[in-house]
């Protein structure tokens, strides 16, 4: 009882503070693209983020999970701050290296990413949020790992206000390129400035250790490939999609992405509190038993959630959007169960960190990765936007199914039959929707009552265990 309590804290604290900074920008979208005369001004700035996200893997060169592992290996106060100082000279440096980077190779990034030189500009605006982004996730880190609750939310709902805050005003003035990456760049800063004078004292370079330099690198460039494989599943559509389609079909689809990414909302909310209570709970007994009953709690609330993005995505799309962006409805639910899709596999391949074994999470990612890249080639050119978002839920499918397998080889992972009977189910409904009534609200919702259904059908126990807890 007291583990779930503490799952249930961190995960409605943490991840309220992550819901607020997400659901603003999302709340923002509809206003945004209506602010903005093209389809190629959003895809120009969420193609900036892109190159971001690209930019800080190398940046951050997974010290911050590094950093988060080995914070709970001692309970000394004097050995968490050589923790947190070795990790912040390290992740200094390779900041000032990647942003030195961008800022010498600025066209031919533009070039990639943008599909011309003339966005060369953005580049720079890029190199510096990701400066500042990858220093700041260090600079913040002790906030969380001490459990500051009250900061975190407040902290979460300041920065989107204050980037929007920037970001109208300059859409309203004409600047629709560099508008929200300027926000975003400004609003960052503010926040690691506020982070450094509430944190200072865990850092100092005086305290840098090169034999914990060692310690953490073992666990942190193993992680690396992982985000740059996380950015081939999040990102790398959006930059094939400008290549090989336009900017302004990535405009559509990021626009449904954003749609699609509601879901992040419940990844963030789950990602906050989830480093937290994996790790200070990773030594308890029954600690496989536990991580699998989440990761099945969690997948069938994904399912569930799903089935219903798909009944009114359409409508949401035609009440939200003008008509140059409706096209995108079809991506928001694939796009939606992506997200938990790689919450799942976090939620599994913690087992590894666990026991200090990252490398599976490469090979596993790996195959998914290459996996999306394939299918989008192939899809693109066929389905356009949806075969971009199709490849990401295979992609992210893929590596799930292929993780718990190793898993449950090594007896890290219990997996039930009846998760792989709601798993089935989720997979007939995707089918029938798409097939039949992919438009139609009525025979959607009916659908999407039916499956609920047969998942409460499936997991009728445990909900009566749930039921009885919360009238206890």
């Given at each position: 009882m007291n583990k779930l309590k503490l799952f249930i804290e961190n995960f409605l604290?943490?991840?309220?503070?992550g819901i607020i900074s997400k659901i603003i920008p999302l709340i923002m979208v509809p206003i945004v693209t209506r602010l903005m005369p093209s389809t190629d001004y959003f895809g120009l700035s969420d193609l900036s983020n892109t190159v971001v996200s690209f930019a800080s893997a190398f940046a951050v060169m997974g010290m911050y999970d590094a950093m988060y592992r080995m914070f709970f290996e001692k309970e000394d106060d004097e050995y968490k701050k050589?923790?947190?100082?070795?990790?912040?000279?390290?992740t200094l440096c390779t900041s000032v290296v990647v942003f030195l980077f961008l800022i010498v190779f600025k066209k031919q990034i533009a070039q990639y990413f943008f599909s011309d030189t003339k966005y060369a500009y953005i580049v720079y605006l890029s190199a510096i949020a990701t400066l500042v982004g990858a220093t700041n996730s260090i600079i913040s880190a002790p906030t969380r790992m001490q459990n500051k609750r009250k900061i975190f939310l407040v902290t979460n709902t300041v920065s989107p206000i204050l980037s929007y805050a920037i970001s109208i005003p300059m859409l309203l003035a004409g600047y629709y390129t560099v508008a929200l990456p300027f926000a975003a760049v400004v609003s960052g800063a503010t926040m690691e400035l506020?982070?450094?004078i509430m944190n200072k004292e865990w850092?100092?370079?005086?305290?840098?250790?090169?034999?914990?330099?060692?310690?953490?690198?073992?666990?942190?460039?193993?992680?690396?490939?992982?985000?740059?494989?996380?950015?081939?599943?999040?990102s790398c559509d959006k930059v094939m999609i400008t290549n090989m389609i336009g900017i302004g079909a990535a405009g559509i689809y990021s626009v449904g992405s954003k749609l699609g990414h509601a879901s992040q909302l419940i990844y963030t909310a789950f990602a906050g509190g989830w480093q937290y209570f994996a790790f200070s709970t990773m030594k308890e007994d029954n600690q496989v038993k536990s991580n699998s009953m989440i990761f099945e709690y969690l997948g069938i609330i994904s399912f569930a959630a799903t089935a219903f993005i798909c009944v009114f995505s359409y409508p949401l799309f035609k009440i939200l959007f003008t008509?140059?962006?409706?096209?995108?409805?079809?991506?928001?639910?694939?796009?939606?169960?992506?997200?938990?899709?790689?919450?799942?596999?976090?939620?599994?391949?913690?087992?590894?960190?666990?026991?200090?074994?990252?490398?599976?999470?490469?090979?596993?990612?790996?195959?998914?990765?290459?996996?999306?890249?394939?299918?989008?080639?192939?899809?693109?050119?066929?389905?356009?936007?949806?075969?971009?978002?199709?490849?990401?839920?295979?992609?992210?499918a893929i590596s799930d199914v292929i993780c718990v397998i190793i898993l449950y080889k090594m007896k890290l992972m219990v997996v039930e039959k009846k998760f792989i009977a709601a798993t089935l189910g989720m997979i007939l409904f995707f089918v029938i929707w798409r097939l039949f009534i992919p438009?139609?609200?009525?025979?959607?919702?009916?659908?999407?009552?039916?499956?609920?259904?047969?998942?409460?059908?499936?997991?009728?126990?445990?909900?009566m265990k749930l039921v009885k807890m919360i009238k206890k």
């Open positions: 604290v943490y991840g309220l503070g050589n923790i947190c100082s070795t990790a912040f000279s390290f506020a982070f450094w850092f100092s370079l005086r305290r840098f250790d090169k034999i914990l330099l060692k310690q953490l690198l073992v666990i942190a460039i193993p992680l690396l490939p992982n985000f740059l494989i996380y950015w081939v599943f999040n008509e140059q962006y409706l096209s995108g409805y079809i991506v928001a639910p694939y796009l939606f169960l992506a997200p938990l899709l790689q919450m799942l596999f976090q939620v599994a391949c913690n087992q590894f960190i666990v026991v200090k074994k990252t490398w599976p999470n490469l090979f596993i990612l790996s195959v998914g990765a290459a996996s999306n890249i394939a299918i989008n080639y192939f899809l693109i050119p066929v389905l356009g936007i949806e075969g971009a978002s199709l490849a990401t839920l295979m992609g992210y438009n139609n609200v009525i025979l959607g919702l009916g659908l999407a009552i039916i499956f609920c259904s047969y998942f409460t059908f499936l997991y009728r126990n445990d909900v």
